[in-house]
């Protein structure tokens, strides 16, 4: 029986692929075969086995490890064997993801391939940068490529999925997850994300060195209250359309494979039973055909939100609402089934779920060949190679930031004494970052081998820890502890720093110290950090300060007191070799930042693009007005701010016409010189003014930018195109809007930019 349905299905699909060879019509004629066949394969599963296509275990080795019965005895081992598993999460390597796929194939009724997943979040086994570090370099092909060779090695590993990218815009660095995505800027985010689903997913999702990338966490994650991790979030329908959703839409016009539910609530209703979110707006609005997966058990957690009474309720309500795979929840396998039957839901909102995921399981090429993910020699020549750790080096010296340089003391020259002092200077691990896959650990390159290998011979240079920076386990799973009290290696780097010409302090926080599960409430230095930094100060003030973070820090002191400060983030596998050679001149930098740094933790949410209010700031001596008493509205840092060795002047904006109409654009032109002796680059960034609107506008916003490639000396001119999109906005009810009137463009280095002329729309 069971050789019987299997033959059946091959042999459907056998005859469709005839039929398209003799009839090719290209992409439509492509998507209309699979059409056919999903349907042909959805007409012979009965309903139990349509469930299990909507069901996803995190399964291991137990499964598949030779001698091991633990596994088999288990009841998740006969859910897999009778088809009521459709995905695999967390099970890796060709030699487990064959020996299940076989299990399944060979031993469920129909013999429906699994999708395997992982979490591949900036790499594989090479680490890239964490994702708010590539994030700063702005060069958009970079980050296609890292994704893609996150994905060529995920593929070569067995694996057919990776939630990824996420794409929250989040504006509070108290949330750990802001490692994981690309800052505050909702057309950034939404450029940047198209240019990782690219990579992860090419033009082809069934070439063996693609993998289906998820949108992720739809929607609102980013604005969890207080920067908690999976907390409430209260935001009005405008701040929703505008920055919230953009890049999602992006997504879906990059035909992302998946998209994947928040845990928060969003306007009282938890993101997987949203039906505003899933429906109105994902399925109906952006007419999205993919699959819709929750997050790891976020269905079961509709009970703790206290909107279903048991799980059988939460499974009612996230089906009917979208979401279609059930993360670990054990929500629909043991529910949807009697839904049906008792008529509480009508089967084809099933079937038009697995309808997606069957779509995409042919559209990696899974029903033809179920084992194509699973070669070992591709395994072992993709899987961490030299190319890709040179790939992750160049990505890495993109993504550092100068953010303040005073006497130009780098790039460094003539210091023949250097002191290296910081828990983080031999740390082989931190560089790797959270969320770091299969990377081996302490692989890195730390930031004393890069300075040992980049430095000249005749460079004496000298190390101390300084400081302990966290006490035990270092490791996802168990917070770290902090070390708030043993002091006993400040000495040892005092007296270090005393005899060297130069402290390089490298400090920040651990790999674990943020991502998920990571908030913290002070985002200044952890620990005794900041204290060693302010006793070797007082010694030796020639210090460069070396940041290894994954969020924005407070750095207000560091930076009235520190004359070089060097943002070096997680820069993945060749971190050290990167920051090296950045300090002795040899990588210019060029990153700018994607998020704010604040100076004081009370400014948090801060961002650049925010409203006006009715009270701004407009003269000196104002008491009542938007504002803090004790500390300056604006950011340390602000978006889009970055230094680097060359010095750039900006000419007076020039427009093609002082006013448009919908049917036509404005050229806006300058020219950007590098004045200095040194070649660099340099990211011109275009930002907006909406000087009257009927909702309430903010005070600019990015619409386009360019990363030049300027010679010392070279003075290059730069034209963007001012279109009606850049122009338009949503409104709360979710209606675009383009409003004749007013409006200044601004073009320069950073969002506090003053370089504008004023246009209109007519």
């Known amino acids: 029986m069971i050789r019987f349905f299997w033959n059946f299905i091959w042999i459907s699909i056998a005859l469709t692929f005839l039929n398209s060879c003799s009839n090719p019509q290209g992409e439509s004629k492509s998507r209309s075969i699979i059409e056919t066949r999903v349907d042909s394969v959805l007409s012979l599963m009965t309903l139990e086995e349509k469930v299990g296509q909507l069901n996803q275990y995190s399964l291991g080795s137990e499964f598949t490890g030779p001698g091991n019965k633990k596994g088999q005895d288990s009841i998740r081992y006969q859910q897999l064997i009778s088809g009521q598993v459709g995905s695999v999460l967390n099970l890796l390597g060709t030699a487990n993801t064959r020996k299940m796929q076989e299990l399944v194939v060979k031993n469920s009724r129909l013999g429906i391939p699994l999708l395997f997943a992982y979490d591949v979040i900036h790499g594989y086994k090479t680490m890239f940068p964490i994702p708010l570090a590539e994030s700063s370099s702005w060069n958009l092909e970079l980050m296609q490529k ?309 430095l000249p011979s005749d460079t004496k240079l000298n190390y101390a820890e300084g400081v302990k920076l966290s006490i035990g386990p270092n490791n996802f799973f168990q917070e770290q502890v902090i070390n708030e009290e043993d002091r006993s290696g400040f000495q040892e780097a005092k007296l270090l720093a005393q005899n060297s010409d130069l402290v390089i302090m490298a400090l920040g926080e651990t790999a674990y110290m943020s991502g998920e599960g990571r908030s913290r409430a002070n985002i200044g230095l952890p620990g005794l950090q900041k204290e060693l930094l302010k006793e070797i100060e007082a010694i030796n003030p020639n210090i460069v300060l070396v940041l290894m973070n994954g969020r924005p820090l407070e750095l207000t002191w560091e930076n009235e007191h520190i004359p070089v400060i060097l943002e070096a983030w997680h820069l993945g596998q060749r971190a050290g070799t990167a920051i090296a050679e950045t300090l002795i001149g040899k990588n210019n930098p060029s990153g700018k930042l994607t998020m704010s740094f604040p100076r004081h933790v009370g400014q948090l949410p801060i961002y650049y693009n925010h409203k006006t209010t009715g009270r701004p700031s407009t003269a000196p001596g104002q008491v009542f007005y938007s504002h803090h008493t004790d500390v300056d509205n604006s950011p340390l840092y602000p978006f889009g701010y970055g230094l680097s060795y060359s010095e750039f002047e900006y000419s007076e904006v020039e427009l093609s016409q002082k006013s448009m109409t919908e049917e036509d654009s404005i050229t806006v032109s300058l020219s950007v010189t590098n004045i200095s002796e040194i070649d660099g680059q340099e990211i011109v960034q275009l930002y907006i003014q909406d000087l009257v609107a009927e909702e309430t506008p903010p005070v600019k916003s990015l619409k386009a930018f360019q990363k030049l490639k300027i010679k010392a000396g070279e003075s290059v001119k730069i034209n963007f195109t001012i279109q009606k999109d850049m122009l338009s906005y949503y409104k709360s009810n979710g209606e675009v809007a383009l409003e004749k009137g007013k409006f200044k463009v601004y073009v320069g280095a950073n969002s506090t930019v003053q370089n504008h002329k004023e246009f209109s729309l007519k």
């Open 146 to 454: 890292t994704a893609q060779a996150a994905g060529a090695e995920a593929a070569a590993s067995g694996l057919h999925w990776t939630f990824a990218p996420m794409i929250d815009v989040t504006v509070d660095a108290r949330w750990g997850r802001v490692m994981e995505g690309a800052g505050e800027d909702p057309y950034l985010q939404s450029e940047i994300a198209k240019a990782r689903i690219r990579g992860f997913q090419g033009n082809d999702l069934s070439h063996n060195k693609t993998i289906a990338a998820t949108a992720k966490h739809f929607a609102g994650y980013g604005f969890a209250e207080s920067g908690k991790d999976y907390n409430t979030v209260n935001i009005n329908q405008y701040i929703l359309h505008n920055h919230i959703l953009p890049p999602f839409k992006a997504a879906v016009e990059a035909n992302v494979a998946s998209f994947m539910n928040a845990f928060n609530d969003i306007n009282a209703v938890p993101a997987t039973a949203n039906k505003y979110l899933l429906q109105d707006i994902l399925r109906e609005e952006w007419g999205y055909d993919g699959v819709v997966v929750s997050d790891w058990n976020s269905i079961g957690e509709l009970v703790n939100h206290r909107v279903s009474p048991d799980l059988r309720d939460a499974a009612k309500k996230a089906i009917i609402a979208g979401s279609e795979i059930d993360m670990e929840g054990n929500a629909y396998v043991q529910n949807l089934s009697d839904l049906v039957e008792n008529g509480e839901i009508d089967e084809a909102l099933i079937n038009d779920a697995v309808r997606h995921v069957l779509r995409l399981k042919f559209e990696l090429g899974l029903f033809e060949d179920p084992y194509k993910y699973s070669d070992e020699k591709r395994e072992k020549e993709i899987v961490g190679n030299q190319q890709h750790h040179e790939l992750s080096e160049q990505m890495a010296k993109e993504s550092i930031v100068l953010l303040k340089n005073d006497r130009n003391i780098l790039p460094l020259k003539n210091f023949k004494t250097i002191a290296v002092i910081g828990p983080l200077a031999k740390d082989k691990d931190t560089p790797l970052g959270n969320w770091r896959a299969q990377a081996v650990e302490n692989s890195a390159v730390s930031l004393y081998e890069g300075l040992e290998k980049a």
